[in-house]
Structure formats: C-alpha cells, structure tokens
C-alpha cells in the first residue's frame, strides 16, 4: 500500500511522520491526564467598551506542563478535539466559568450586562445533549444563562443549517447567547448570517493587525462592522493592540474591543480583582 501511494507521498514508513505522530501520541497521554493534575488553568481577558469600562470577558485555556511550561491552546485544542477530549475538557472549561460567575456575582462584582465568552469547539457543539450540558452547568452554579456568550466558528456552521439553527434557538430563548469568533476567516455570506440567531460578530485579529498597512483589511474591517449593524449585532474587535486601531474601529462604529492595548488574559484571580475594582482599562 505504501509503495502504491507513490514516492513522494508521505506514508508511515517515514521517519520524520513516525516521530511526529509518536510525539502526537505521547501528548495526548499527557494531556488526558493534565486535568486531574491540575494542570490546567483558565485566564481571562478583557472586552471593553468604547469609553474602557469593562463589559465582558473571554475565557481561555492554558496548559502547565510540568517540564515544557506554559502550553497555549493553539497547541493542544486541535489535539484534543481530534481525539475527542475535547469533550470532557470543554465541559470542565464550561463548570468552571459558571463557577467563576457566580463567585463574581456573589461578591457583587459584576455590571448587570457582564458576560463571559467561552469558545466552544465543533465537536462539542456537536454533543446529542449540547444544550443540556450548558442549562445544567449554569443551573449547578446558580447564575443566569444571559452571563454566558459562546463563541462559534464559522467553520462549525457549514453543516446544514436546518440542524444548528434549533440548537442556537432554543439556547437563545433560555438566555444563553452566541458570537461568531473569528468573523471573515471563513464562508458566511450576509444571506446566511441572516438566518442564524445570533448576538455578536468578532472581527478576526488578522484583519485588525494589518488594518493600517493593508487598505483591503480597512475595507474588510468596516463591511463587517456594517454587516453587524444592519443584523443588529454587537461588533468585537479582536487583537487590539495600537491607539491608532482602536480609534479607527470606534471610529467606524465598533462597539466592543479585546486586545494587549486594555490587557492580556491573566490569571482569573488577577481578573477579578480588575472587576473588583472597577477602574476603566482606557487605552
Ligand atoms: P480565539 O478565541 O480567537 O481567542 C483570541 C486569541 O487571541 C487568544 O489566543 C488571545 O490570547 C489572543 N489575543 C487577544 N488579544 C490579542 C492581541 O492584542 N494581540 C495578539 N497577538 N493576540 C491577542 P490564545 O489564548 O492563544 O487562544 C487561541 C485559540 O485557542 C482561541 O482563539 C480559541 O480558538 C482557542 N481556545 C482557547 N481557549 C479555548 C477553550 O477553552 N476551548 C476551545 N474549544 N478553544 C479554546
Ligand atoms: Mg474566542
Ligand atoms: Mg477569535
Ligand atoms: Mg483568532
């Protein structure tokens, strides 16, 4: 069979394929253990608003790993979601955001809008029982589900619509919300933006990042911006890093904005105690 594939196909009698999928595998059984170990941990990071105020923030995972360090999710999600621990990693992600909320709320930290984005991978949102593994994390923790925003890519959308769109309904009508990560990376024409229930477009940070340098990522930037605005959306910017960004989004009518310019994610300790004190992360 290897020789049938051809001379130039990789195929598993090669060496440097061998390697990488042993280092592949020998990952994965960290990783599956890397939970109990308390080795994983969740930062956070900012949304805000055009004056600053904090409105929101988004949930990202790290790995510890005892000898390699600090692991970003880049480098395992894929892994993970490949090999279906996604599964169980994502509903832990989920129980301990509810978790964080409702410490959050309880110590009345909280504006009343808050919200925290938490990035659900395509084979979660794909779980038979998605809808039930959200309503009872945000039950179990006691706080109410407009707290909770998932975060969505297109890509996770081209499967037929008629499926997702009564997932995302039903969801909606209990109070959870949804945002498209990632906005302008993928397939999504205005027609079918139209038919999903939706609350907020993230423009990707590659158009953010080049919008000074590259006139086609200005224009890509401002027909999202447009596109939210017509579907009565909330716009994210993703990646802000520059004054100069934040003033030409603000300028064009972007209302939300998460980037190194109002802070990294940190440690959720380190984010509470910016909700705590509620000072206003202007640029
Ligand atoms: P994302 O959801 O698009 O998250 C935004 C990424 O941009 C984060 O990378 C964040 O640290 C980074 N970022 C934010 N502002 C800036 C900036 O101003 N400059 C630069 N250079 N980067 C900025 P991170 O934390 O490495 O996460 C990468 C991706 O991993 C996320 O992209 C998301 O798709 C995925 N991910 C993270 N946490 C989870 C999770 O709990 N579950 C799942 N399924 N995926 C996750
Ligand atoms: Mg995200
Ligand atoms: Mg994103
Ligand atoms: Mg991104």
Same mark, same amino acid.
């Given at each position: 069979?290897?020789?049938?594939?051809?001379? =130039?196909?990789?195929?598993?009698? @090669?060496?440097? !394929?061998?390697?990488? !999928?042993?280092?592949?595998?020998?990952?994965?059984?960290?990783?599956?253990?890397?939970?109990?170990? @308390?080795?994983?941990?969740?930062?956070?990071?900012?949304?805000?608003?055009?004056?600053?105020?904090?409105?929101?923030?988004?949930? #990202?995972?790290?790995?510890?790993?005892?000898?390699?360090?600090?692991?970003?999710?880049?480098?395992?999600? /894929?892994?993970? *979601?490949?090999?279906?621990?996604?599964?169980?990693?994502?509903?832990?992600?989920?129980?301990?955001?509810?978790?964080? #909320?409702?410490?959050?709320?309880?110590?009345?930290?909280?504006?009343?809008?808050?919200?925290?984005?938490? =990035?659900?991978?395509?084979?979660?949102?794909?779980?038979?029982?998605? /809808?039930?593994?959200?309503?009872?994390?945000?039950?179990?923790?006691?706080?109410?589900?407009?707290?909770?925003?998932?975060?969505?890519?297109?890509?996770?959308?081209?499967?037929?619509?008629?499926?997702?769109?009564?997932?995302?309904?039903?969801?909606?009508?209990?109070?959870?919300?949804?945002?498209?990560?990632?906005?302008?990376?993928?397939?999504?024409?205005?027609?079918? #933006?139209?038919?999903?229930?939706?609350?907020?477009?993230?423009? @990707?940070?590659?158009?953010?990042?080049?919008?000074?340098?590259?006139? =086609?990522?200005?224009?890509?930037?401002?027909?999202?911006?447009? !596109?939210?605005?017509?579907?009565? #959306?909330?716009?994210?910017?993703?990646?802000?890093?520059?004054?100069?960004?934040? *003033?030409?989004?603000?300028?064009?009518?972007?209302?939300?904005?998460?980037?190194?310019?109002?802070?990294?994610?940190?440690?959720? @300790?380190?984010?509470?105690?910016?909700?705590?004190?509620?000072?206003?992360?202007?640029?």
């Amino acid at each position: 069979q290897a020789k049938a594939a051809g001379r =130039n196909t990789a195929c598993f009698f @090669d060496p440097a !394929m061998a390697a990488a !999928m042993e280092a592949r595998v020998a990952l994965l059984a960290e990783l599956r253990k890397a939970r109990t170990l @308390d080795q994983l941990h969740l930062h956070c990071q900012p949304v805000v608003d055009a004056a600053g105020r904090i409105a929101g923030g988004e949930i #990202l995972l790290r790995w510890e790993h005892p000898d390699r360090g600090w692991i970003g999710p880049s480098d395992f999600i /894929p892994l993970a *979601e490949e090999s279906g621990l996604i599964i169980d990693i994502g509903t832990w992600v989920l129980e301990t955001a509810c978790g964080l #909320l409702r410490a959050w709320e309880t110590r009345d930290w909280l504006s009343p809008d808050f919200f925290l984005s938490i =990035n659900i991978s395509p084979r979660q949102f794909r779980q038979p029982d998605f /809808p039930g593994i959200i309503h009872t994390a945000a039950e179990r923790a006691g706080i109410s589900p407009h707290r909770l925003k998932l975060e969505i890519t297109e890509g996770m959308l081209i499967s037929k619509l008629d499926d997702i769109v009564p997932i995302l309904a039903g969801l909606r009508a209990a109070g959870v919300r949804f945002s498209l990560d990632d906005f302008g990376t993928g397939y999504s024409s205005l027609a079918y #933006l139209q038919r999903l229930p939706l609350d907020q477009l993230k423009i @990707d940070r590659s158009f953010v990042l080049d919008l000074h340098h590259d006139a =086609n990522d200005a224009v890509i930037v401002r027909t999202i911006i447009n !596109m939210g605005q017509s579907l009565a #959306l909330e716009v994210v910017a993703e990646g802000v890093e520059t004054l100069a960004q934040f *003033e030409f989004l603000k300028e064009h009518g972007c209302g939300l904005f998460q980037g190194y310019l109002f802070g990294q994610p940190v440690d959720t @300790d380190s984010f509470g105690a910016k909700l705590r004190a509620g000072t206003r992360l202007a640029p």
